[in-house]
């Protein structure tokens, strides 16, 4: 029995945002971030769980974290530039601020300078900046390009990071430069549609552990590659048939974590890593993320939530698999057991493709209590994301109030491996909703309380795109639609939003001047007229992700065929990730709008 009433403020409000929690070099003390009201700010807290100390405040919120090696300084950026300051947040300090804004920072292994990224000549570059004196900063990867995740080799000589190559987007590429002295940077990828990220220095400083995703089995699977010999001295340390990420290193670099996807929760394996032969750490499903490994490899911190857990950091015993809570599990007078039913599901499309999803069932459902739920489907962003066994307050509060839920991973998800992941290459607006359609022919087959009258839809970003396809192919499927944040015309969209929504919709849509007309079959607005159902409709003013004007174009068009519709633009907000006073209206707006269409009068 819940001790307190679950209020969309308590959800809302909670502090269950903790994020980029970072373990000091000595062992002894976390650094992360935490909101304090609309603001992010770092916190401190012994290795073993304490109440959590701030040591920054005020209206302007820090990110990214980084330790001194010494563990003495902190680095962090905030409005734009890169902040240094003490370990308790005291003598903090501007280092480098540039209008085109510097982001994350890290340290050099003498402590005497960072590493830091800006755009300041267009590009996402890496840069060097020393602690004390005023020289200018120095760009470290000189190429046009857009470099990410920088990693310096144990001597501070080398510095490896990743880029998507420019002519084959679907071509990620690690590259190594050098750090201590101006110089070109080597290509480690060899030719072809490799996708390689997240690489970690050995020891040696000669080899790198990464992820790769070769065109020969299509699997993000484990690589230890030589820094010298890269297409020659190549080994895969594990099999395929899952999607990995992440490996970490223990700092003796003798032992490796990373995890592995199964279904929507993640795997944890821990092994030496010169063998190739990790073996999985014994966790309930959930998602992991390895943060400090030991040198002898039996203790792992990592930042764990599930659907009846938020985030919280915990040590694992990695031979026994026992976690120990070193922050709160769950919410103030809100346990594991007071959170919704859920449970797997499988089905195979119209095209003999598997599909993964999950079921959510109220509690009044699952009792027997009631013979009948509202059923809403939710269709994830990206498309290249997928849904993860994770902390969903919205979620908890919709099945609180009687709703069931269905989430699914469409075609074109990550964690399937490449095939699935392609097979929406050139079929946005149909693979996608072929596999929606039949996602609720399951449903109603197999979920004796569910109505065809009752049917909504959830989305957000290409979740809410894929909303009003909804509407408009199968107009009598659904009662009702909210969509947040999504597109409307692609052509427009390419043109209007930033650079990274715009390399992803070409890298799977193809050139918009090619296939023009592709790319209007594609689009919703030019559907409208077969709407029926009522839409929600949100949108952040200042998302550059899917620009507003998407919305403004189909609110316009709606109005024009006399559509009935709602919409809500948030000032200030960008694609997602809204101030919690928004978040809780957004919520509240659309709990309003389903018990309204699903269950009241309007249904």
Not at 91 to 101: E, F, I, V, W
Not at 274 to 283: D, F, Y
Not at 408 to 428: C, Q, T, V
């Amino acid at each position: 029995m819940r001790e307190t009433p679950l209020t969309l403020e308590s959800l809302c409000g909670a502090p269950f945002a903790l994020e980029e929690p970072t373990l000091s070099p000595d062992g002894s003390t976390w650094v992360f971030t935490l909101n304090v009201g609309a603001t992010r700010h770092l916190f401190t807290m012994p290795v073993q769980g304490a109440l959590p100390v701030p040591i920054t405040g005020g209206v302007n919120g820090f990110a990214h974290p980084s330790w001194s090696p010494d563990g003495q300084r902190l680095c962090a950026d905030s409005r734009g530039g890169v902040w240094l300051l003490d370990r308790n947040g005291s003598n903090r300090r501007c280092l480098t601020k540039h209008a085109a804004g510097d982001s994350w920072a890290g340290w050099f292994p003498d402590g005497q300078q960072l590493l830091f990224g800006s755009r300041r000549r267009g590009w996402s570059q890496v840069w060097a900046l020393p602690v004390e004196g005023a020289d200018e900063a120095e760009c470290l990867t000189p190429l046009p390009r857009d470099f990410k995740n920088a990693r310096l080799s144990p001597d501070g000589r080398l510095l490896a990071c990743f880029c998507q190559d420019r002519e084959n987007l679907n071509r990620s590429e690690v590259w190594v430069f050098p750090a201590d002295t101006p110089g070109d940077g080597r290509c480690l990828t060899p030719p072809g549609e490799y996708w390689e990220t997240g690489a970690v220095w050995l020891p040696d400083g000669k080899t790198l552990l990464l992820n790769s995703e070769s065109p020969a089995d299509g699997w993000a699977r484990l690589y230890r590659v030589s820094v010298e010999h890269p297409f020659e001295q190549r080994e895969a340390l594990t099999e395929p048939g899952a999607e990995e990420s992440g490996p970490l290193l223990s700092s003796n670099g003798k032992y490796v974590a990373f995890t592995r996807q199964v279904r929507d929760a993640n795997e944890l394996f821990v092994g030496l890593s010169a063998s190739g032969r990790p073996k999985r750490v014994e966790l309930p499903m959930g998602s992991v993320q390895p943060l400090s490994l030991s040198d002898d490899g039996k203790t792992l911190y990592a930042l764990r939530e599930s659907y009846t857990e938020i985030p919280h950091l915990a040590r694992i015993d990695v031979a026994s698999g026992n976690s120990n809570a070193l922050t709160p599990t769950c919410l103030p007078g809100f346990t594991g057991g007071d959170c919704a039913a859920t449970r797997a599901i499988k089905f195979r499309n119209r095209e003999g493709v598997d599909i993964e999803g999950r079921v959510w069932t109220p509690a009044d459902v699952a009792s027997g209590k009631e013979a009948y739920a509202p059923l809403i489907v939710r269709a994830h962003g990206g498309p290249s994301a997928h849904f993860r066994n994770c902390w969903d307050p919205f979620a908890q509060w919709l099945v609180a109030q009687g709703y069931a839920l269905l989430d699914y991973d469409y075609r074109g998800s990550s964690g399937h491996g490449r095939e699935f992941r392609r097979a929406l290459y050139g079929r946005w607006g149909d693979a996608e909703m072929l596999d929606t359609y039949d996602a609720v022919a399951w449903a109603l087959a197999n979920l004796p309380f569910v109505r065809r009258e009752r049917i909504g839809f959830w989305g957000a970003s290409y979740g809410g795109y894929m909303a009003y396809h909804a509407l408009a192919q199968q107009p009598e499927m659904f009662r009702c639609a909210v969509a947040a944040c999504g597109d409307t015309e692609l052509y427009d969209s390419i043109y209007h939003g930033n650079r990274s929504g715009r390399l992803d919709t070409i890298r799977q849509m193809g050139d918009p001047e090619a296939n023009r007309e592709a790319y209007r079959q594609a689009s919703p607005i030019y559907r409208v007229e077969d709407f029926q159902a009522p839409l929600l409709i949100s949108h952040g003013r200042s998302d550059t992700q899917v620009p507003v004007i998407m919305t403004e174009m189909l609110v316009r068009e709606l109005k024009n065929q006399g559509k009935f519709h709602e919409v809500k633009i948030y000032d200030g907000e960008g694609h997602g990730g809204m101030r919690p006073e928004n978040t809780l209206d957004q919520w509240k707006r659309e709990t309003d709008f389903f018990n309204r269409h699903l269950k009241g009068s309007g249904a």
